[in-house]
C-alpha cells in the first residue's frame, strides 16, 4: 500500500531535522547510512506505514500504549467534536466539567481500589510522582511524618521524572543524573525461572518476597510510606510473579501500615488478557496510576485512583498540586472513546484468547533459533532473551537486530541486558492470529541472521 502522496520530501526533510532534534538516530544514521531515520507517516489498526510505502506490524513502538489499534476514525470524530465543544478548561477555582466527572465515574466501576477518587495526569509518570506525594502527605497528616520513604524492586520501571526515575530499578535511567530525591529504596523482584534461587517457576518459593520484605525491615517498616509494584513488571524481561505474590505484599504492607501502590500504566486496560493486571491477583492498590492504555496514546494522559481510606485525610484540606492540563477535555473524551471501543469489540478476551497464539509461536520460533534462551508471555505481552554473548559488539548487535526486524516488517522493543538481547513484542489489541504469526517469524529471521 502506497503509504502517502508526499513520500521523498519528508524523508529527506527528516534527516536534516536531526539537527535541530533530540533523538537516538545519529548512532544508527552512522552505521547504516541514508537508512535512518526511518519516518512514519501514518497508520491503521495493527500496522504502520512508512515514507517508503512500507507495511510494519507495530509490536512495540507505541511502547505499550496503544491498545485499540491505530487510526481509529470513531475516537477522532470524538475528539474533534470534543474540540469544537470545549477544548480546554483546568480543574482549578471551583471549575470542573462534565468529562472528567463522568470517566471518573465510569472509571470508579472498573478498577481495583476501593471507593476510589480519580486525578488526572497526562502520564505514567506524572500519575507516579502524584502517588509519591499523596502517600507522603497521608501519612504525615496522620501524624507520622517519618513515614517518607518509598520501596519498589528492582528491574521495575515508574517513569523518567525525578521521583518516577529514583523509583525505577533499573541503574542505566538514573545514571549520571543525581542527586535523585532522597528515600527511594529498592528490594528484590520475582523473576520466575531467572531468579537463580527457586529454580523454575512452577517450583517458586517466592525468597523473592522474602528477600524483598527483609530490605523493608531493615530499613524500618515505620519510616516507609509505601510500596510501589507493577503487577507485571516489564525492564529486561516480562516477569510474571507466583500467584500468591501480591497476596503477601498486600497483607505485609496492612500489617505494617504502608500503603500499596499499584503501577497500571503498562499492564492496564487489557494488555495482559484482563482489562487490569492487577485482576490476575485480586489484589485492591491505596493507590493505583495509569495511562497509556487509558487513552491507547491518542492524546495523553495519565490517571491516579485513590482508595477512600486514603482520600479521607485530604477532605478538610486538599493536596495542593496543581497541574495544567488535568482532565484536559479532549483527553477524558478519548479515553470515553476508548473504553467504549474496547468494551464493544470484546478487546480484553481478544488479547487473552491470543495469548496462546503469541506463546505458541514464540515457542516455534525458540526451537528453530538455539540463541533464545528465555520467553515470558501474558496476554498481549511479551519478552524474548536471545543470548548474544558470541557478539564482539553487543550493542551493534541489538541495533543490527532492530534493523533486520524492521527489514522484515516488524517494529518491535529490542534491548540489551548484558549478554542478553531483549526482544519485547507487545502489538495493539486488534491484532490478528495471522500478523502475531508474521510478526513473530520476523523475529525470528532477525534473531536467525547473527
Ligand atoms: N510505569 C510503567 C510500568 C511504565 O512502563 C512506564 C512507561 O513505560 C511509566 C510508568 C512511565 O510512563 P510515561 O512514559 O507515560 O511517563
Known amino acids: 500500500t502506497p503509504a502517502t502522496d508526499c513520500q521523498p520530501s519528508l524523508r529527506d526533510r ?51 500504549a496503544c491498545q485499540i489499534g491505530h487510526g481509529s476514525a470513531e475516537v477522532a470524530e470524538r475528539i474533534a467534536r ?13 471549575i470542573s466539567h462534565p468529562y472528567a466527572v463522568a470517566l471518573a465515574q465510569r472509571l470508579a466501576g472498573m478498577v481495583l481500589c476501593d471507593d476510589p477518587i480519580f486525578s488526572f495526569t497526562n502520564s505514567g509518570s506524572e500519575s507516579n510522582e502524584l502517588a509519591f ?94 510500596i510501589i509494584a507493577e503487577p507485571v513488571a516489564i525492564p529486561q524481561a516480562v516477569k510474571v510473579p507466583h500467584p500468591e505474590y501480591f497476596t503477601r505484599l498486600r497483607k505485609f504492607c496492612d500489617h505494617h501500615g504502608i500503603l500499596l501502590i499499584i503501577d497500571e500504566v503498562v499492564c492496564g486496560f487489557g494488555r495482559t488478557g484482563k482489562m487490569f493486571g492487577a485482576e490476575h491477583f485480586g489484589v485492591r492498590g491505596d493507590i493505583v496510576t495509569y495511562a497509556k492504555g487509558l487513552t491507547s496514546g491518542y492524546v495523553p494522559m495519565g490517571a491516579v485512583a485513590v482508595s477512600r481510606r486514603v482520600e479521607e485525610v485530604f477532605k478538610d484540606s486538599p493536596l495542593l498540586h496543581l ?15 476508548v473504553l467504549d471501543i474496547t468494551e464493544r469489540d ?62 522484515h516488517g516488524l517494529l518491535v522493543r529490542i534491548s540489551r541486558d548484558g549478554a542478553l538481547l531483549g526482544a519485547h513484542f507487545y502489538p495493539p489489541l486488534v491484532v490478528s492470529e495471522a500478523d502475531i504469526v508474521s510478526g513473530v517469524k520476523a523475529l525470528g529471521q532477525a534473531l536467525e541472521a547473527i
Open 14 to 64: 527528516a534527516r536534516h531535522s536531526l539537527r535541530h532534534f533530540l533523538a537516538d538516530f545519529t548512532q544508527l544514521e552512522r552505521e547504516y547510512p541514508h537508512t535512518y531515520p526511518k519516518s512514519i507517516l501514518r497508520a491503521e489498526g495493527a500496522y504502520v506505514y512508512d515514507e517508503a510505502g512500507h507495511r510494519l506490524l507495530d509490536a512495540g513502538t507505541h511502547l505499550g
Open 82 to 94: 470534543q474540540v469544537k465543544r470545549l477544548e480546554f478548561i483546568a480543574l482549578d477555582g471551583g
Open 133 to 226: 506525594k499523596i502517600a507522603r502527605q497521608y501519612h504525615r497528616r496522620r501524624g507520622q511524618p517519618q513515614r517518607v520513604k518509598i520501596l519498589s524492586r528492582v528491574g521495575s520501571y515508574h517513569g523518567s521524572t525525578y521521583a518516577a526515575a529514583a523509583a525505577t530499578g533499573v541503574a542505566a535511567f538514573k545514571e549520571g543524573f543525581g542527586p535523585l530525591p532522597e528515600g527511594f529504596i529498592q528490594g528484590a523482584q520475582p523473576s520466575p525461572g531467572r531468579c537463580g534461587q527457586c529454580g523454575p517457576s512452577d517450583a517458586c518459593s517466592m525468597a523473592c518476597f522474602d528477600a524483598f520484605s527483609r530490605t523493608v525491615e531493615n530499613e524500618g517498616p515505620a519510616t516507609v510510606a509505601a
Open 323 to 337: 497541574n495544567t492540563y488535568a482532565g484536559h477535555p479532549v483527553a477524558c473524551e478519548a479515553a470515553m472513546a
Open 346 to 407: 470484546g478487546l480484553v478476551a481478544h488479547a487473552a484468547r491470543m495469548q496462546a497464539v503469541l506463546r505458541r509461536e514464540l515457542e516455534r520460533m525458540q526451537a528453530g533459533v538455539p540463541r533464545v534462551r528465555h520467553l515470558c508471555v501474558i496476554g498481549l505481552l511479551s519478552s524474548t532473551l536471545a543470548d548474544i554473548s558470541d557478539q564482539a559488539d553487543p550493542d551493534a548487535t541489538v541495533r543490527k537486530v532492530r534493523k533486520l526486524a524492521y527489514d
